[in-house]
């Protein structure tokens, strides 16, 4: 896959141009991702595989959005499920009051007003506390994040419904387009099995093309002029201020493209469930997109998603095996696991933290900041340099 | 090319083989699994409750109450010469929506499931639902108490429990006309379950004519009630009723007993449970008060039957809220497995047209059942409206007040 | 009026419990400058642990078993004043020795190694030994809420009217509370400001090089403040307990971040401003649930802790502290 190092360090002109290569490259990994849920649900007849995908999907668009702002602007944010939460609502509220007139596009038009809800979420709250130190500002997050699910839990304008959630009674939420004729007619034989075009799958293939997007946008950031100014900030403050970076615009700026990314997920995830309540904005739900974040590696796309698949995907799996009766497991056996799944995070980041602050995929950028004594990294750092100087983009650009 | 770059690549090949690996060998797995299972026809019962987060003591009471029934209904010789095997599966929703629409589609993914008897949360229950109904598959819940689930338009679900609007003004009858409770202090848990019951208590407490002096929220997970008992205790009242679970509610009592308010706290079937007692200490929930759907198990016809079944079954374990309804909605769905099952034959219980005639099949569903006759009206809601207002006795225990 | 009272009173005894908690995360931070998120957790700890040791020390139903040689020593501690001097003694201490204990060692294993780590890495630790120990208790002690009293139901301490005038009542726990938090406060005031520990416990604080360079045992210095932090911590959670009448394996963390801006208010790593913090907090919050709706009282406790620290991050005894470069 993705190569970043190079591109990294170096700003290649060729990179202003969308490549015909990266397209077909999107398209064959869109592809492939689409094809793989559709392979194991024909093959085993387990359509709950694909809800998990979908979840684990709608998770790795979260952890994305935070990525850019623990990962490239080093800004700890422990609240971040607030913009997840604000996007939700934002969707489900609006979406339920023009539905009428908009049907099945209601999905689609709510993802302008979820995003918008996050992104202004991001700027009103991150306005007056980005000027905070890092873990005053975790703190403040942390705080703010508490404060919304406990507005929205006490009903506050009478917009939420408070604990039980939207919607209510009778009203149901459109389904978006095509969902219910997909469902109805999409079904053949495969080598491997039979297969049903079953609800998720039409989640599913969204959610795939809003995390490639989402990986698409971050990856041209990275490599811009406010990616470069995040790093530098991260790495120091006081030194990227004095080089003419205005500190204040581009941490509003980290924070509320993230934040957008979270108002995105919200909505998405409300249209999944058709349902939405301050039960699933809790601070523990904050903790684990930190915690993809943090085992997966701070500022790695890849890191990111390989830490969504682990901690959200692995356990829903297990049990989700578990249940269908394939993984002989009793009950007790299965509890012990589903509990112990928080200790062992618990732990993992502690033991992340002391050995591989990096992550398990890590960027190398960020390995550098974290672990700057590491001969490994130098090395790396030692051929980069020399990469640049001597073969400048002889690197493969692909994606 | 670096070190680094080689071992990444390794590490993704590895992460390919390893899922790779998991996949096939589930698929080896799944089939032998599915093989096993010769001569009877087997179909499942989902039990879908909380069972390692949320009301664990609540949704382990349930799964003991539906397995008592599904082992049962397999000892039973109607079962046997039908040829049916009935397994059940345990999904465990941890009380959270999310979750629970997890459980959900994994139990519409399950070819043998035509039945879920579960969901203790009412949000849990709003998301899966809809998946089963998409799937045609039953939903008989023993403990959804929030009133428009049967609103929903969802023609597959039933409950064996009296609503919020049921138990809810049944309580405050109760407190204002026989307790002869004048001046109440209504305070919830922010929980779906607890705002419910608190709305329709205070609602019909007014109705009858007596005074709502305060309305607050409190969270399922506060302890410290200390600044809300002076409150209560300013607004001079008679009766405090609490809408939530017994976790919070034996700390309201107690705090408020401490804190000098001497009236009883009275309460939903979240508090009707041995473990109030316990927290609370006895001697301060001695005369609290607590509401539940149906009449007391003891006392039916059936009751010390399913006492005797349950003892006999869990001699470690005690009754819960919902075991008795646990028992009677596995019967609802059991009963409408065999009435099918006779109808189309057995094996056609696990198709399409079996599972939805199931459905037509719980809809006319009209037993005696542990809690009193199991049947339901046109929503789904059961017809069985009888709710008993409990107290704690100097004994330490709960027992159904002496009307 | 005696309804204002009541409600002050509520607040001043919840704000010492914030008091002694907001003290370890003062020590720490002033010391380390780190937030020591774990110490929600510690507090927590504190609270099952003097629950164990009550029901050793005085519970006839455990002293059963193995523990049937508790039986003679039951009986004294069960018996008259002395007996329950003695036994609150003998809790509190052993308490805040286990947890104090425990946090020296999460120290040891969770923080060290990250001393020059970037001052997100410490914190992300944390967070991870926070969620392990939550789930330590829920896995290994119980995932049920646990009374603070015997088996039959009677509790450790029994709470008795002590004034009593107008509306307005205060019992021996609520002074029992905030007269040791009190304590607690002046003692550990005098210790730093006074004693040669003390001593080296600032200067590390000043600047932790230059300190060890003098000579000063860094890591002991630390270890100590992860000692009395945590030690502290777990006499409020015994305190939470008997008044509040129950522990649960997440009890701790609502009352942590509200200790946390209890010391931020105060001004982090100023003792007597984690005292004054916690005490207003606490009153705050009170008189917020008694006169605003109870449902928003952590919306409220929580809009301090912004507003302090957008418009006065230093706090109110803190110096507004200029970033290092």
């Given at each position: 896959?993705?190569?970043?190092?190079?591109?990294?360090v170096?700003?290649?002109?060729?990179?202003?141009?969308?490549?015909p290569k990266?397209?077909?490259?999107?398209?064959?990994?869109?592809?492939?991702?689409?094809l793989v849920?559709?392979?194991?649900?024909?093959?085993?007849?387990?359509?709950?595989?694909?809800?998990?995908?979908v979840?684990?999907?709608?998770w790795?668009?979260?952890a994305l959005?935070l990525?850019?702002?623990v990962?490239?602007?080093?800004?700890l944010?422990?609240?971040?499920?607030?913009?997840?939460?604000?996007?939700?609502?934002?969707?489900v509220?609006?979406?339920?009051?023009?539905?009428?007139?908009?049907?099945?596009?209601?999905y689609?038009?709510?993802?302008i007003?979820?995003?918008?809800?996050?992104?202004?979420?991001?700027?009103?709250l991150?306005?007056?506390?980005?000027?905070?130190r890092?873990?005053?500002?975790?703190?403040?997050?942390?705080?703010?994040?508490?404060?919304v699910?406990?507005?929205?839990?006490?009903?506050l304008?009478g917009?939420?419904n408070?604990a039980?959630?939207?919607?209510?009674?009778?009203?149901?939420?459109?389904?978006?387009?095509?969902?219910?004729w997909?469902q109805?007619?999409?079904?053949?034989?495969?080598?491997?099995?039979?297969?049903?075009?079953?609800?998720?799958?039409?989640?599913?293939v969204?959610v795939?093309?809003?995390?490639l997007g989402?990986?698409?946008?971050i990856?041209r950031?990275?490599?811009?002029?406010l990616?470069?100014?995040?790093?530098?900030?991260?790495?120091?403050?006081?030194?990227?201020?004095?080089?003419g970076?205005?500190?204040r615009?581009?941490?509003l700026?980290?924070?509320s493209l993230?934040?957008?990314?979270?108002?995105?997920?919200?909505?998405?995830?409300?249209?999944v469930?058709?349902?939405?309540?301050?039960?699933?904005?809790?601070?523990?739900?904050?903790?684990?997109?930190?915690?993809?974040i943090?085992?997966?590696?701070?500022?790695?796309i890849?890191?990111?998603i390989?830490?969504?698949?682990?901690?959200?995907?692995?356990?829903?799996?297990?049990?989700?095996?578990?249940?269908?009766?394939v993984?002989?497991?009793?009950?007790?056996?299965?509890?012990?696991?589903?509990n112990?799944?928080?200790?062992v995070?618990g732990?993992?980041m502690?033991?992340?933290?002391?050995?591989?602050?990096?992550g398990i995929?890590p960027?190398?950028?960020?390995?550098?900041?974290l672990?700057?004594?590491?001969?490994?990294?130098l090395?790396?750092e030692?051929m980069?340099?020399?990469d640049v100087?001597n073969?400048a983009?002889?690197?493969?650009?692909?994606? | 090319?670096?070190m680094?770059?080689a071992?990444?690549?390794?590490a993704?090949?590895?992460?390919l083989?390893?899922?790779?690996?998991?996949?096939?060998g589930?698929g080896?797995?799944?089939?032998?699994?599915?093989?096993?299972?010769?001569?009877?026809?087997?179909?499942?019962?989902?039990?879908?409750?909380p069972?390692?987060?949320?009301a664990?003591?609540?949704?382990?009471?349930?799964?003991?109450?539906?397995?008592?029934?599904?082992?049962q209904?397999n000892a039973?010789q109607?079962?046997?010469?039908?040829?049916?095997?009935?397994?059940s599966?345990?999904?465990?929703?941890?009380?959270?929506?999310?979750?629970?629409?997890n459980?959900a589609?994994q139990?519409?993914?399950?070819?043998t499931?035509?039945?879920?008897m579960?969901?203790l949360?009412?949000?849990?229950?709003?998301v899966?639902v809809?998946i089963?109904?998409?799937?045609?598959?039953v939903?008989?819940?023993?403990?959804?108490?929030?009133?428009?689930?049967t609103?929903?338009?969802?023609?597959?679900?039933?409950?064996?429990?009296?609503?919020?609007?049921?138990?809810?003004?049944?309580?405050?009858?109760?407190a204002?006309?026989?307790?002869?409770?004048?001046?109440?202090?209504?305070?919830?848990?922010?929980?779906?379950?607890?705002?419910?019951?608190?709305?329709?208590?205070?609602?019909?407490?007014?109705?009858?004519?007596?005074?709502?002096?305060?309305?607050?929220k409190?969270?399922d997970?506060d302890?410290?009630?200390?600044?809300?008992?002076t409150?209560i205790?300013?607004?001079?009242?008679?009766?405090?009723?609490y809408?939530?679970i017994?976790?919070?509610?034996?700390?309201?009592?107690?705090?408020l007993?401490e804190?000098?308010?001497n009236?009883?706290?009275?309460g939903?079937?979240?508090?009707?449970?041995?473990?109030?007692?316990?927290l609370?200490?006895?001697?301060?929930?001695?005369?609290?008060?607590?509401t539940?759907?149906?009449?007391?198990?003891?006392?039916?016809?059936?009751?010390?039957?399913?006492?005797?079944?349950?003892?006999?079954?869990y001699?470690?374990?005690?009754?819960?809220?919902?075991?008795?309804?646990?028992?009677?909605?596995?019967?609802?769905i059991?009963?409408?497995i065999?009435s099918v099952?006779?109808?189309?034959?057995?094996?056609?219980v696990t198709?399409?047209e079996?599972k939805k005639?199931?459905?037509?099949?719980?809809?006319?569903?009209?037993?005696?059942?542990?809690?009193?006759?199991?049947?339901?009206?046109a929503?789904?809601?059961?017809?069985?409206?009888?709710?008993?207002v409990?107290?704690?006795g100097a004994?330490?225990?709960?027992?159904p007040v002496?009307? | 009026?005696?309804?204002?009272?009541s409600?002050?009173?509520?607040?001043?005894?919840?704000g010492?419990?914030?008091?002694?908690?907001?003290?370890?995360y003062?020590?720490?931070?002033?010391?380390?400058?780190?937030?020591?998120?774990a110490?929600?957790?510690?507090?927590?700890?504190?609270g099952?642990?003097?629950?164990?040791?009550?029901k050793?020390?005085?519970?006839g139903?455990v002293?059963?078993?193995?523990?049937?040689?508790?039986?003679?020593?039951q009986?004294?501690?069960?018996?008259?004043?002395?007996?329950?001097?003695?036994?609150?003694?003998?809790?509190?201490?052993?308490?805040?020795?286990?947890?104090?204990?425990?946090?020296?060692?999460?120290e040891?294993?969770?923080?060290?190694?990250?001393?020059?780590?970037?001052?997100?890495?410490p914190?992300?630790s944390a967070?991870?030994?926070s969620?392990?120990?939550?789930?330590?208790?829920l896995?290994?002690?119980?995932?049920?809420?646990l009374?603070?009293?015997?088996?039959?139901?009677?509790?450790?301490?029994t709470?008795?009217?002590?004034l009593?005038?107008?509306?307005?009542?205060?019992?021996?726990?609520?002074?029992?509370?905030?007269?040791?938090?009190?304590l607690?406060?002046?003692?550990?005031?005098?210790?730093?400001?006074r004693?040669?520990?003390?001593?080296?416990m600032?200067a590390?604080?000043?600047d932790?090089e230059?300190a060890?360079?003098?000579?000063?045992?860094?890591?002991?210095?630390i270890?100590?403040?992860?000692?009395?932090?945590?030690?502290?911590?777990?006499?409020a959670?015994?305190?939470n307990?008997?008044y509040?009448?129950s522990?649960?394996?997440?009890m701790?963390?609502?009352?942590?971040?509200?200790?946390?801006?209890?010391?931020?208010?105060?001004g982090?790593g100023?003792l007597r401003?984690?005292?004054?913090?916690g005490?207003?907090?606490?009153?705050?919050?009170?008189?917020?649930?008694?006169?605003l709706?109870?449902?928003?009282?952590?919306?409220?406790?929580?809009?301090?802790?912004?507003?302090?620290?957008?418009?006065?991050p230093?706090?109110?005894?803190?110096e507004?502290?200029?970033?290092k470069?």
């Amino acid at each position: 896959m993705a190569d970043t190092k190079a591109a990294a360090v170096m700003p290649t002109p060729t990179r202003k141009k969308l490549p015909p290569k990266t397209i077909v490259a999107y398209s064959i990994l869109a592809a492939v991702l689409v094809l793989v849920p559709v392979l194991v649900q024909s093959a085993t007849g387990w359509e709950f595989i694909v809800r998990i995908f979908v979840i684990v999907g709608i998770w790795v668009l979260l952890a994305l959005g935070l990525n850019i702002v623990v990962g490239y602007a080093g800004l700890l944010d422990l609240g971040y499920i607030a913009f997840y939460a604000m996007g939700g609502y934002a969707g489900v509220i609006i979406g339920q009051a023009v539905s009428h007139w908009t049907g099945g596009a209601t999905y689609f038009l709510m993802l302008i007003p979820a995003a918008l809800a996050g992104a202004l979420t991001g700027v009103a709250l991150g306005f007056p506390v980005l000027r905070l130190r890092g873990d005053y500002l975790a703190i403040v997050t942390l705080g703010f994040g508490e404060i919304v699910r406990i507005c929205l839990n006490n009903n506050l304008f009478g917009l939420s419904n408070g604990a039980s959630g939207l919607p209510y009674g009778n009203q149901v939420m459109a389904l978006p387009f095509g969902a219910q004729w997909l469902q109805d007619n999409i079904r053949f034989q495969t080598p491997l099995g039979f297969f049903q075009f079953g609800p998720n799958m039409y989640w599913y293939v969204i959610v795939v093309m809003l995390v490639l997007g989402a990986i698409f946008v971050i990856r041209r950031l990275d490599d811009s002029r406010l990616g470069r100014a995040w790093v530098a900030m991260r790495e120091n403050e006081v030194a990227a201020e004095a080089c003419g970076i205005n500190i204040r615009t581009q941490k509003l700026w980290a924070f509320s493209l993230g934040a957008l990314s979270g108002g995105i997920a919200g909505v998405t995830f409300a249209y999944v469930q058709q349902f939405i309540s301050p039960e699933s904005f809790t601070f523990m739900e904050s903790v684990f997109v930190v915690c993809i974040i943090v085992i997966g590696g701070m500022g790695s796309i890849k890191g990111v998603i390989a830490g969504a698949l682990l901690i959200k995907g692995v356990p829903d799996l297990i049990q989700g095996l578990a249940v269908a009766g394939v993984l002989k497991m009793p009950a007790e056996m299965q509890s012990l696991m589903s509990n112990y799944r928080f200790l062992v995070f618990g732990l993992l980041m502690v033991v992340m933290m002391a050995v591989r602050p990096q992550g398990i995929i890590p960027s190398s950028r960020r390995a550098r900041e974290l672990l700057p004594e590491d001969g490994r990294i130098l090395a790396e750092e030692d051929m980069q340099e020399w990469d640049v100087e001597n073969r400048a983009n002889t690197e493969p650009d692909d994606v | 090319m670096t070190m680094g770059k080689a071992r990444k690549y390794m590490a993704i090949v590895a992460l390919l083989a390893a899922v790779a690996l998991v996949v096939t060998g589930c698929g080896g797995s799944g089939s032998s699994a599915g093989g096993g299972a010769t001569g009877a026809v087997k179909v499942t019962i989902g039990i879908g409750a909380p069972l390692t987060d949320g009301a664990v003591a609540l949704g382990k009471g349930m799964v003991r109450g539906a397995n008592l029934a599904i082992t049962q209904a397999n000892a039973s010789q109607e079962v046997k010469d039908l040829g049916l095997t009935i397994a059940s599966v345990e999904g465990d929703d941890k009380g959270d929506p999310t979750t629970g629409g997890n459980v959900a589609t994994q139990f519409a993914s399950n070819p043998t499931l035509v039945g879920v008897m579960g969901h203790l949360n009412s949000g849990v229950t709003r998301v899966a639902v809809k998946i089963y109904n998409q799937a045609n598959i039953v939903q008989v819940s023993p403990a959804n108490t929030a009133v428009d689930l049967t609103q929903m338009g969802m023609t597959n679900y039933f409950r064996v429990c009296a609503n919020d609007a049921v138990q809810g003004p049944a309580g405050a009858d109760y407190a204002f006309k026989t307790g002869g409770f004048k001046k109440a202090f209504v305070v919830d848990d922010s929980t779906p379950y607890g705002v419910g019951l608190a709305d329709e208590w205070g609602k019909q407490f007014a109705a009858d004519g007596g005074a709502v002096a305060g309305r607050e929220k409190t969270s399922d997970k506060d302890t410290d009630f200390k600044s809300l008992v002076t409150k209560i205790k300013a607004a001079g009242i008679d009766i405090v009723y609490y809408g939530g679970i017994y976790n919070s509610g034996a700390l309201l009592s107690k705090q408020l007993k401490e804190g000098g308010v001497n009236v009883p706290l009275m309460g939903g079937d979240g508090l009707f449970d041995p473990e109030y007692i316990k927290l609370a200490g006895a001697a301060i929930a001695k005369g609290d008060l607590a509401t539940s759907v149906g009449l007391p198990t003891a006392q039916m016809p059936k009751g010390q039957d399913f006492i005797a079944a349950y003892k006999a079954a869990y001699p470690s374990d005690e009754i819960a809220a919902y075991d008795a309804y646990s028992f009677d909605a596995a019967n609802a769905i059991i009963k409408a497995i065999v009435s099918v099952a006779k109808s189309m034959g057995a094996d056609k219980v696990t198709t399409t047209e079996g599972k939805k005639a199931i459905i037509a099949a719980v809809a006319k569903t009209n037993f005696e059942g542990v809690s009193g006759t199991v049947s339901f009206d046109a929503h789904g809601d059961t017809t069985n409206k009888a709710i008993t207002v409990y107290t704690v006795g100097a004994d330490g225990a709960w027992a159904p007040v002496s009307k | 009026m005696s309804y204002l009272l009541s409600q002050l009173i509520n607040g001043i005894t919840l704000g010492g419990l914030y008091a002694l908690v907001a003290l370890g995360y003062t020590l720490v931070y002033g010391i380390l400058l780190m937030i020591n998120f774990a110490h929600s957790e510690l507090f927590m700890a504190g609270g099952y642990v003097g629950l164990g040791v009550l029901k050793v020390l005085s519970d006839g139903a455990v002293a059963t078993g193995p523990l049937a040689f508790m039986k003679p020593a039951q009986t004294f501690f069960n018996s008259g004043m002395l007996g329950f001097v003695a036994l609150m003694a003998a809790t509190f201490l052993i308490s805040a020795v286990i947890v104090g204990l425990l946090g020296v060692l999460i120290e040891r294993f969770a923080y060290r190694p990250l001393r020059h780590a970037p001052r997100l890495a410490p914190l992300i630790s944390a967070i991870g030994v926070s969620i392990f120990l939550q789930n330590a208790v829920l896995l290994w002690v119980s995932s049920k809420q646990l009374p603070y009293s015997r088996a039959d139901g009677t509790a450790f301490v029994t709470s008795h009217t002590l004034l009593k005038f107008g509306g307005v009542e205060i019992t021996t726990m609520q002074v029992f509370i905030v007269v040791t938090s009190l304590l607690l406060l002046l003692f550990l005031d005098t210790f730093v400001a006074r004693t040669r520990i003390g001593r080296a416990m600032r200067a590390t604080s000043q600047d932790r090089e230059a300190a060890g360079l003098m000579g000063v045992d860094i890591n002991s210095v630390i270890a100590l403040a992860f000692f009395i932090g945590p030690a502290l911590g777990a006499v409020a959670g015994v305190f939470n307990g008997m008044y509040y009448g129950s522990v649960k394996y997440n009890m701790g963390f609502i009352p942590g971040i509200k200790s946390f801006t209890a010391a931020v208010v105060g001004g982090i790593g100023n003792l007597r401003g984690a005292m004054l913090g916690g005490f207003l907090l606490g009153i705050v919050e009170s008189l917020a649930g008694g006169f605003l709706e109870t449902g928003y009282k952590d919306v409220i406790a929580f809009i301090v802790l912004v507003l302090v620290l957008i418009f006065r991050p230093g706090g109110l005894l803190g110096e507004a502290v200029a970033e290092k470069v």
